[in-house]
């Protein structure tokens, strides 16, 4: 079974700190990615890596970074987390292969920021 | 633009009877299609999956989708719903030869006892 783990499920933390989300997936897939799930907005892509040491910008990357020194791992940093920053973020990985990516998530992080 | 609507926010049913979830999408070819399941405080869980072939597909749980082009549709069907279905869904989209995936913005189904 693929298996993506998060390194927790509820976060909580204090406006302007710098938050790290942790992502392992044991599959050995090249690409792995970040969303934000928020109510009536659906899952939103923040980053995605494809490779070690590279990665994109999804469609909300503003005021977040991501690492990537590992195939297997993949970091989400909150720089300066703000009260907006409050949701679930979800990792996922995949890999390339005919008939297109499947991904595969994790079971979350519930992050609070007050 | 890509994009995917799934028109329904909340649907009830009742323990037993059929279930059918809207998933249209608008894209200039035929996309790779997938439904997902969310369990409450959970990550999301793959149902099914179209790329190519048969347009009705089976996936676990026993739900199935059905692929219509000239609708642009993707609905998820299942013939009896248990309560343990209780979730939220969301149907995705990705463009053939990428990986990005476009998500609906879900849909969470209650079921009565």
């Known amino acids: 079974d693929v298996k993506v783990t998060q390194s927790s499920r509820y976060l909580v933390k204090r406006t302007g700190e710098k938050v790290f989300l942790e992502c392992v997936q044991d599959?050995?897939?090249?690409?792995m990615f970040w969303y934000r799930q928020d109510p009536g907005l659906g899952l939103r892509l923040i980053y995605f890596?494809?490779?070690?040491?590279?990665?994109e910008k999804g469609d909300i990357p503003e005021g977040y970074s991501v690492s990537r020194e590992k195939k297997e791992r993949f970091s989400l940093i909150l720089e300066s987390a703000s009260t907006n920053q409050t949701s679930m973020y979800l990792c996922?990985?995949?890999?390339?292969?005919?008939?297109?990516?499947?991904?595969?998530f994790g079971p979350g992080t519930r992050l609070t920021v007050l | 633009a890509q994009s995917v609507t799934q028109p329904d926010i909340h649907i009830t049913v009742s323990e037993g009877a059929s279930l059918e979830l809207r998933c249209n999408y608008s894209?200039?070819?035929?996309?790779?299609l997938f439904w997902y399941v969310q369990s409450p405080g959970q990550g999301l869980q793959l149902l099914l999956k179209?790329?190519?072939?048969?347009?009705l597909v089976q996936g676990i749980k026993g739900f199935e989708a059905e692929f219509k082009r000239s609708q642009s549709s993707f609905n998820l069907r299942k013939p009896s719903v248990h309560w343990s279905d209780a979730a939220e869904y969301f149907c995705?989209?990705?463009?053939?030869?990428?990986?990005?995936?476009?998500f609906g913005t879900g849909t969470r189904l209650k079921v009565l006892a």
């Open positions: 894209y200039g070819a035929t996309p790779y």
């Open positions: 179209y790329f190519s072939g048969d347009t």
């Open positions: 599959m050995d897939h090249e690409n």
């Open positions: 890596s494809y490779d070690v040491k590279m990665k």
């Open positions: 995705a989209v990705a463009a053939r030869g990428t990986y990005k995936y476009i």
């Open positions: 996922a990985s995949s890999s390339p292969g005919r008939g297109g990516d499947t991904q595969y």
